[in-house]
């Protein structure tokens, strides 16, 4: 085996988003594109000589293939070790827990998370710090500086190695340790919690359904729900991970995951159901005929995560991003609790969870996470859902219309207006920006503009700014309306309008949300222009 020195030149367009770099996945596949990035990883962390590594992804279409030429660049780079997941594959909670329990260098993740896989479809790669979480700007701004000026790459000329089976290889000087992708991950959740009493759940006659989307959770529900705690064969549906998911969309929302949705709704519907996405770390939730919000699930949560063992000494703090309804805030007050409000992206979250001021964090776009990792995780939240169900005795329905009758509810909506053209999405942004100081005051379709302003965010723990994180208009009784540019997509823009409405009268929670939010619609509508601006009819995505 032979270490080769590849000249290269600069590939423009590798910047990271939120969580890592998304491209196409044919973009990865060109000459020299993903050497390029993975090189500049290593060289923007300082290199890898000497360091242990985690690896592994979610199995869609390229992975196998991204994996062997990594562990070809870790070795030629000097890295001591790599721990890879069985197949390549690692839920993406289920590495952060890995590099954190291993007490590895970071790790290197290869997942577009929720978008759809396959040739034609996405890819993605990020590199998560040794807390376990994905890195922060001040990383992933020395990553994107690398991109900008690689001459070189370095690889192993060697054969692919057999990551079809637990054991310890040799790659030249390194060693490549396969895991088992799940025995690790559902060791920490039977500490976490109560199995005996989700097993007596089961036993009593409860019905599940788990939608895993032919993702990567598939091996991991199968084994923690069917083998562990009893739920019946068949409770995980679409189990097993496909390189195009099935062909499906793996984002666990009631417009990609409809046939569950309407299963629940159903009047044949069991007592729960939960569905992931690609790469393990999104939740959905659902009851025998109720739709429980990821704004509502995280406020749930927080106010009953003592039932968990887990946590049965409480709550350190909370946090949520920005745009995620204030219904937790609304706990966290009741609690006594510090809440943060952070802008997106998980790895916004970490500071606070590291330096110990929360133990639980959510985001409204389905992920929902605690300081078990560093990551969100959606079979955590199922497995929290499950342990607060067999804890209570009480179904999702009357769980949530508890929660609402003693602390509010935050109606909530997120509307997607994807693929924008981005000179037009931009339009839409700049032109609300510029308005945003002469709106307070302003009376639009029955609301008062309380307030209105671009979010920013101090973080507490080491003082670093970041701007430009979102528009937020407040009305007067709590209402909001938030437009966000989203970083997660691979093509043009997508523009997220989050709408928020409170309401605290008995005979009103119990209302149809896009009801209830309409007025805040049409406000949202006359102060941007978004539709017009956009040329959209109305958004691609309602969750």
């Known amino acids: 085996m032979q270490s080769q020195v590849i000249a290269t030149t600069p590939i423009p367009g590798q910047k990271p988003g939120t969580s890592g770099l998304r491209k196409k996945t044919r973009v990865f596949m060109g000459p020299h594109y993903l050497e390029n990035y993975v090189q500049s990883i290593f060289d923007g962390i300082g290199g890898v000589a000497g360091r242990t590594l985690v690896l592994g992804g979610d199995g869609r279409y390229f992975n196998d293939r991204a994996v062997q030429v990594i562990l070809r660049m870790a070795a030629a780079n000097g890295a001591a070790k790599v721990i890879v997941g069985q197949n390549a594959i690692l839920s993406t ?77 040799r790659l030249g000087e390194m060693t490549v340790e396969v895991v088992d992708p799940v025995a690790d991950y559902a060791a920490l959740m039977e500490r976490l919690f109560d199995f005996g009493a989700i097993r007596r759940l089961f036993a009593g006659g409860f019905t599940m359904i788990y939608d895993a989307m032919h993702a990567v959770t598939g091996p991991y529900a199968v084994e923690i729900l069917e083998r562990r705690l009893g739920a019946a064969e068949g409770t995980v549906r679409n189990g097993t991970p496909l390189p195009d998911f099935g062909g499906g969309h793996p984002d666990p929302n009631p417009t990609w995951a409809r046939e569950l949705y309407d299963r629940m709704m159903g009047d044949d519907a069991p007592d729960f159901g939960a569905a992931s996405d690609g790469d ?64 997106t992206g998980w790895k916004f979250f970490g500071n606070l969870l590291d330096a110990g001021r929360v133990t639980l964090c959510g985001e409204e776009s389905f992920g929902t996470g605690s300081d078990h990792v560093r990551e969100k995780d959606g079979l955590w939240a199922v497995l929290m859902w499950l342990n607060i169900l067999a804890e209570t005795g009480a179904s999702v329905r009357e769980l949530m219309t508890e929660h609402w009758r003693r602390f509010g509810r935050n109606y909530y909506s997120r509307h997607d207006y994807e693929a924008v053209e981005t000179e037009r999405a931009e339009a839409v942004m700049d032109g609300l920006r510029s308005a945003l100081p002469d709106l307070p005051g302003r009376e639009v379709e029955g609301l008062r503009v309380a307030a209105a302003d671009e979010f920013a965010y101090d973080d507490p723990v080491d003082g670093s700014r970041s701007e430009r994180q979102g528009l937020r208009i407040l009305f007067e009784g709590g209402a909001r309306a938030v437009f966000r540019l989203s970083g997660t997509g691979t093509e043009g823009a997508t523009i997220r309008l989050y709408l928020e409405a409170v309401e605290t009268d008995p005979a009103r929670l119990d209302r149809d949300a896009a009801e209830m939010l309409a007025p805040v619609a049409r406000a949202a509508e006359a102060l941007s222009g978004l539709r017009r601006l956009t040329g959209r009819a109305g958004p691609d995505v309602v969750t």
Do not use: W
């Not at 290869?110 to 990383?139: C, I, M, Q, R």
């Not at 990821?294 to 946090?319: E, F």
């Not at 920005?322 to 510090?338: E, I, K, N």
């Open 93 to 169: 909670p289920a590495a952060s827990h890995l590099i954190r329990s291993r007490g590895t260098d970071g790790g290197l993740i290869l997942s577009a998370s929720h978008n759809p896989g396959g040739p034609d479809e996405d890819f993605g790669l990020k590199y998560n710090t040794p807390n376990g979480g994905p890195a922060p700007e001040a990383v992933t701004d020395r990553i994107h500086q690398a991109t900008q000026v690689i001459r070189e790459y370095r690889i192993l000329e060697a054969q692919d190695l057999d990551l079809s089976a637990p054991g310890t290889a």
């Open 280 to 343: 393990g770390d999104r939740n959905m939730i659902l009851g025998r005929g109720i739709y429980v919000s990821p704004s509502d699930s995280l406020a749930l949560i927080a106010a009953q995560a003592h039932r968990a063992p887990g946590y049965r000494d409480g709550l350190k703090g909370v946090a949520r991003s920005m745009p995620t309804s204030a219904a937790v805030d609304r706990v966290a007050q009741a609690m006594g609790l510090p809440c943060y409000e952070t802008p």
